[in-house]
């Protein structure tokens, strides 16, 4: 009796803390996934790229040098664009990624060199998270970058957008994401479809914009469902 006692129990409490999160799962499902719209690259999508990249002042964002910033108070960054390196901290973790040649970065442990067996583990998981949270920040710069498309395309709620497919690059090459813009051509959200989300057409907000001390234009928070990504620390600098 004690034993079946426990196991009820136990039972009981597996289904208090799975069941919300599964009619929570449920309900955002079917609430916001959606097929990838079909559209096929035209010059009217690049045209509408370009003005968002003006918005923003694509300019400003190219001749900036170095950015650092915070990301969800966990990775921090001390990025230099024009030399194609990275500092990235993490609990006791510094990588000095070099991002022409991941295998020659550097790994730092409580603030001595480490080259034991799992320093190029630790490297790739630097990147990693390099990646997704540089993707956060600067995203809308790069809907040129190489292995891009670019094409108008419109969700199930009717509403229409600029469709950016990467085909290569990053982590998760195949992503396609559809930029919502306001009045004046910048953007305020974009629908996600990811490899590695499983609800697809997620929507996450694009604001508090910054113009940073190079005037290069950068979104500073995100808000997904009931979660916010948040950057702050927030530098941008061009070489004297």
């Known amino acids: 009796m004690k034993l079946k006692k426990i196991l009820k129990i136990s039972l009981g409490v597996i289904i208090f803390f799975t069941l919300p999160t599964a009619l929570l799962f449920g309900y955002v499902y079917f609430k916001y996934n959606e097929p990838l719209p079909v559209s096929k690259p035209s010059p009217e999508a690049d045209a509408l790229a370009l003005k968002m990249l003006d918005a923003l002042n694509y300019e400003a964002y190219k001749n900036t040098d170095y950015i650092e910033f ?43 060199a480490y080259n034991g067996l799992e ?40 509403e229409s957008g600029l469709l950016v497919n990467y085909t290569s690059g990053g982590n998760t090459p195949g ?29 996450a907000s694009w604001s508090d914009w910054k113009t940073t001390e190079t005037g290069a234009e950068l979104s500073t928070f995100h808000k997904l469902g009931v979660f916010g990504l948040e950057i702050s620390n927030l530098k941008t600098k061009k070489q004297k």
């Open 70 to 112: 915070t990301f969800s108070n966990r990775h921090h960054y001390k990025w230099n664009k024009t030399n194609q390196t990275c500092e990235v901290y993490w609990k006791s973790y510094q990588v000095n990624l070099d991002l022409k040649h991941t295998k020659n970065s550097k790994v730092f442990v409580r603030n001595q």
């Open 119 to 158: 320093k190029q583990e630790i490297i790739a998981k630097a990147l990693g998270y390099f990646n997704n949270d540089t993707f956060w920040l600067v995203a809308p710069y790069k809907v040129f970058d190489k292995g891009t498309s670019r094409s108008i395309a419109t969700n199930d709620a009717g």
């Open 175 to 203: 992503d396609s994401y559809l930029w919502h813009l306001d009045k004046n051509n910048k953007p305020k959200s974009f629908q996600m479809w990811t490899s590695i989300l499983p609800i697809q057409g997620f929507p």
